[in-house]
């Protein structure tokens, strides 16, 4: 069965599959969708917990071991399959029609793909894996379709946006939807709730100078780690709110996995790079570098740190600084590699 992210919560709610693919290049829907499936397994005992990330030559027969080994302190378990390239290879093919074909008892598993083409999609393993269990499409949103996602949001947080608030937030995060998150997560930090204007909205987008949150984004991308650790410092002695600038950094890691993802998939890299529009286009050529330069773990490690600073900035984590662990993942990222791959 296929459903789109938004119907995810709807399913969750009539009972628990006992498999979940969740597969997209939309980080934000990609998360959530994962989360939510998450958060039900604990709350239907899925207690025990492990996770498999498939890269290079991978020993596929680890993942059959941890459905054979039942614990003793856990009735229920949730397992975890990532694989990064969405090309699990010879092995893992037949591996994965093998599992979805005698899926573990008491464990509910949930495998995370890019997005995929529509011949992988055609696979015998994915075919299998969609037979079996809950395929969960994680997609982007058109730029026509932008405006009603952020409304609904904004009203998630007791915020009613005008037309031309929604379509000014809309134009501002250029389809990058944990981006546009962000900025409706600092509309509802700096406004009561009601009615939004678009001064009310063009007031907040620009409380942070635009010259910085630019050069944070710069920053990242050049790997210029002593220059992003002093803008951070700068807004954080400055009084800004994280919510405020988080945006702005999360916008600058999504396309970089967005795009790191298309080339592990076979795109090639100028293809690619010909989806980049607005702002990000005329910062083509340090994109391009910083694409080389990082390999994915490390980006996909930073979006995990993203999420984190946004729990720890809405005190739902109580450890931790969200400023010192933005300045920890900037600073992880400025770090050189000797392989982009």
């Given at each position: 069965m296929n459903i789109s992210a938004d119907r995810l919560p709807d399913q969750l709610s009539r009972g628990l599959a006992a498999l979940y693919v969740v597969v997209g290049d939309e980080p934000l829907a990609a998360q959530e969708a994962a989360d939510a499936i998450r958060a039900a397994a604990r709350a239907a005992g899925h207690s025990e917990r492990t996770v498999h990330t498939v890269q290079?030559?991978?020993?596929?027969?680890?993942?059959?071991?941890?459905?054979?080994?039942?614990?003793?302190?856990?009735?229920?378990?949730?397992?975890?399959?990532?694989?990064?390239?969405?090309?699990?290879?010879?092995?893992?093919?037949?591996?994965?029609?093998?599992?979805?074909?005698?899926?573990?008892?008491?464990?509910?598993?949930?495998i995370s793909l890019p997005g995929l083409e529509w011949k992988t999609q055609q696979s015998r393993w994915f075919a299998a894996l969609a037979k079996s269990g809950v395929v969960v499409e994680a997609k982007p949103i058109d730029r026509a379709a932008l405006p009603g996602w952020i409304e609904r949001r904004l009203a998630r947080q007791g915020l009613r946006a005008d037309r031309a608030a929604l379509e000014f937030l809309a134009d501002q995060v250029e389809g990058n939807l944990l981006a546009a998150q962000q900025e409706i997560d600092k509309l509802a930090l700096l406004l009561p709730p009601g009615t939004v204007t678009l001064a009310d909205v063009e007031h907040a987008v620009v409380d942070v100078s635009r010259l910085e949150a630019d050069a944070l984004q710069d920053a990242l991308y050049a790997g210029d780690g002593v220059r992003f650790a002093h803008i951070v410092t700068d807004l954080r002695d400055a009084g800004e709110a994280v919510p405020a600038i988080l945006w702005q950094v999360s916008s600058a890691v999504?396309?970089?996995?967005?795009?790191?993802?298309?080339?592990?998939?076979?795109?090639?890299?100028?293809?690619?790079?010909?989806?980049?529009?607005?702002?990000?286009?005329?910062?083509?050529?340090?994109?391009?570098?910083?694409?080389?330069?990082?390999?994915?773990?490390?980006?996909?490690?930073?979006?995990?740190?993203?999420?984190?600073?946004?729990?720890?900035?809405?005190?739902?984590?109580?450890?931790?600084?969200?400023w010192d662990t933005l300045l920890r993942m900037g600073m992880t990222l400025a770090q050189p590699a000797t392989n982009g791959k």
């Open positions: 290079g030559r991978y020993n596929w027969q680890g993942i059959f071991a941890s459905g054979d080994n039942f614990s003793l302190f856990a009735e229920r378990r949730l397992t975890e399959i990532r694989i990064p390239s969405g090309k699990p290879g010879v092995d893992g093919a037949k591996a994965l029609e093998t599992y979805a074909s005698r899926l573990p008892e008491d464990t509910l598993t949930l999504g396309l970089l996995l967005r795009l790191k993802l298309a080339v592990a998939q076979g795109e090639s890299l100028p293809a690619a790079m010909r989806t980049l529009w607005g702002r990000d286009k005329q910062r083509a050529l340090q994109i391009e570098r910083a694409l080389k330069r990082l390999p994915l773990e490390k980006i996909e490690c930073a979006l995990a740190d993203l999420a984190l600073i946004d729990r720890q900035a809405k005190g739902l984590e109580r450890m931790g600084d969200p």
